[in-house]
C-alpha cells in the first residue's frame, strides 16, 4: 500500500489536529476538503456558518465558485463515514482532562 499523497496543511496548529482525521478520508481532495471546512467553521465570518461563508465567497454572487462547490461536494456527495469522524473526534477530546468525562459530567 502506497502512502497518501501530502496535504496542504491547515492554518497553524489546526493542521496538528486535522492529521489526527487523515486516516478517515480515501482521497486527497477529500482531506484538504476537511482542513477547509474546519478552516471556515472557525474563521469570524459575518454570515454565521453558511455554506459560501464557510468557502470564503460571497452571497447569491459567487454560490457557484469553485471553492463552494467543492465544499458542497465534501459535505453531501462524497464517500466519508460522519460516525467515524464524530468518534474520532469524541476520542480526541477525551484525551483532554478539561474535556473529559468525568464523575460530576461533562463539558
Given at each position: 500500500?502506497?502512502?497518501?499523497?501530502?496535504?496542504?496543511?491547515?492554518?497553524?496548529?489546526?493542521?496538528?489536529?486535522?492529521?489526527?482525521?487523515d486516516?478517515?478520508?480515501?482521497?486527497?481532495?477529500?482531506?484538504?476538503?476537511?482542513?477547509?471546512?474546519?478552516?471556515?467553521?472557525?474563521?469570524?465570518?459575518?454570515?454565521?456558518?453558511?455554506?459560501?461563508?464557510l468557502?470564503?465567497?460571497?452571497?447569491?454572487?459567487?454560490?457557484?465558485?469553485?471553492?463552494?462547490?467543492?465544499?458542497?461536494?465534501?459535505l453531501?456527495?462524497?464517500?466519508?463515514?460522519?460516525?467515524?469522524?464524530?468518534?474520532?473526534?469524541?476520542?480526541?477530546?477525551?484525551?483532554?482532562?478539561?474535556l473529559?468525562?468525568?464523575?460530576?459530567?461533562?463539558?
Open positions: 500500500m502506497t502512502a497518501p499523497r501530502p496535504c496542504p496543511p491547515a492554518p497553524g496548529p489546526l493542521e496538528d489536529y486535522a492529521k489526527r482525521f486516516e478517515l478520508f480515501h482521497t486527497l481532495a477529500q482531506r484538504r476538503s476537511f482542513r477547509a471546512y474546519l478552516t471556515g467553521l472557525l474563521l469570524p465570518h459575518d454570515r454565521n456558518k453558511t455554506l459560501t461563508a468557502a470564503g465567497a460571497e452571497p447569491v454572487v459567487q454560490a457557484q465558485a469553485a471553492a463552494v462547490q467543492r465544499l458542497q461536494f465534501f453531501s456527495e462524497a464517500d466519508w463515514d460522519a460516525q467515524a469522524i464524530n468518534a474520532q473526534r469524541l476520542a480526541l477530546m477525551a484525551e483532554q482532562p478539561m473529559a468525562s468525568h464523575a460530576r459530567g461533562v463539558l
